[in-house]
C-alpha cells in the first residue's frame, strides 16, 4: 500500500482531526498529526500538549515526530508520511526536514505562521538539503472549523483554500 497517495489522505486526515479533538480537554489548540510509514500503518499520532505540559515544542507535528522516530527505529523517517490538521510552522518545518520526512498531509492553511506554503515555503526551499512534497487543504474546511470553534472568533480562523 502506498501511504502517499492522495486516495488516502483524506483518510488519514480524519484520523488526524479525531486527535485534534482531544487537544482542548486540556486547553491546548486542536491540532493533531498522524505519521504513516510506507506500508499505511499508522506509526504515531499526537495532538498539541503545549498547556498540558509546558513545553513550549509541544507541536502535534513535534511529538508525533518523536514517537514516530521511536517506533520505526530510526530518525530518518524515510518512507513516512506526516498528516496534520494546520499547516506546519517554522519549528514544525525544521523538525520535518530533520527527519528527513518525504510527504507532509495538512488541513487548514495558517496565514499568521504557516511555513509550508502560506508565509513561508520552508519545506520546498530548494537551498535546503531536503524537500518534502506537500498536499496542502485536504479536509481545509473540518480543520479549520475546530480551530474557530476552539478560538471562538474568525480572527484566528485558519484560510480554507
Do not use: Q
Request: with cysteine.
Amino acid at each position: 500500500m502506498d501511504a502517499t497517495g492522495p486516495a488516502l489522505h483524506r483518510e488519514f486526515m480524519r484520523l488526524a482531526l479525531a486527535e485534534a479533538a482531544l487537544a482542548p480537554t486540556t486547553g491546548d489548540v486542536p491540532v493533531g498529526a498522524i505519521v504513516v510509514d510506507a506500508s499505511g500503518r499508522v506509526i504515531a499520532s499526537r495532538h498539541n500538549e503545549r498547556e498540558l505540559t509546558g513545553d513550549p515544542t509541544a507541536h502535534a507535528e513535534v511529538l508525533a515526530l518523536r514517537d514516530a522516530a521511536a517506533a520505526h527505529g530510526e530518525w530518518r523517517l524515510t518512507g513516512c508520511t506526516l498528516v496534520v490538521t494546520l499547516e506546519p510552522c517554522v519549528m514544525c518545518a525544521g523538525a520535518i526536514l530533520a527527519a528527513r520526512v518525504p510527504t507532509v498531509v495538512f488541513g487548514a492553511w495558517d496565514e499568521k505562521a504557516g511555513a509550508s506554503g502560506s508565509l513561508y515555503d520552508v519545506l520546498r526551499d530548494r537551498r535546503l538539503n531536503h524537500r518534502v512534497e506537500v498536499y496542502a487543504g485536504v479536509d481545509a474546511d473540518a480543520a479549520a472549523t475546530l480551530l474557530l470553534d476552539f478560538f471562538g472568533d474568525d480572527e484566528h480562523r485558519p484560510v480554507a483554500r
